[in-house]
């Protein structure tokens, strides 16, 4: 199956920036050419080239863009998903790190370690890693609502939003 014409739809949140994520997204955006990549990059001054990026986007907005993806890429923020889990969308999250100014505790490598096992959530920590993942769910058959027990995904969202509040 050609990989042509795919939407990937990428979120660093909006507290604070990310621009190792977003640098591997540009990198890896410029070997695949027909793939349309847009990024809500919060607080980065970043200046990226091949994606098309906006600061901050209404939740209608991102929503919108979260569900029309092919792909969807994030920092370990259990909002994005939990949105992922809603929609039924493939996520590759890439965990936020204290030590690069990213973030100022390391709770999201906690998530990345509960998030392990889940289905449709792959995990990146390196740019090669992202593309890997990213090419990985490109492949895959594509997800949808029909295609998962409903009772299983809705466990699975009732157990992230516990998780986040036991944290």
């Known amino acids: 199956m050609p990989m042509n014409n795919k939407q990937v739809f990428a979120s660093v949140g909006t507290r604070f920036p990310m621009d190792r994520l977003l640098r591997a997204l540009e990198n890896i955006a410029s070997k695949h050419d027909h793939w349309i990549v847009q990024a809500q990059i919060g607080p980065s001054s970043y200046s990226c080239t ?3 990026t906006q600061s901050q986007m209404t939740a209608t ?14 920092h370990a923020g259990m909002g994005n998903i939990l949105l992922a889990a809603k929609l039924a969308k493939p996520i590759v999250i890439m965990p936020r790190l ?5 973030h100022i505790n390391d709770h999201q490598l906690g998530t990345v370690k509960a998030m392990l096992t ?4 792959r995990i990146a920590n390196t740019e090669s890693e992202l593309e890997q993942a990213m090419l990985s769910t490109l492949k895959d058959r594509p997800i949808t609502l029909e295609s998962i027990d409903l009772r299983n995904r809705e466990k699975f969202i009732e157990k992230l939003r516990n998780f986040i509040v036991d944290a």
């Open 98 to 102: 204290p030590e690069l100014n990213e």
């Open 118 to 121: 889940k289905p449709f959530i």
């Open 50 to 52: 091949r994606i098309k």
């Open 61 to 74: 907005e991102f929503e919108y863009h979260a569900k029309t993806c092919d792909v969807f890429v994030s």
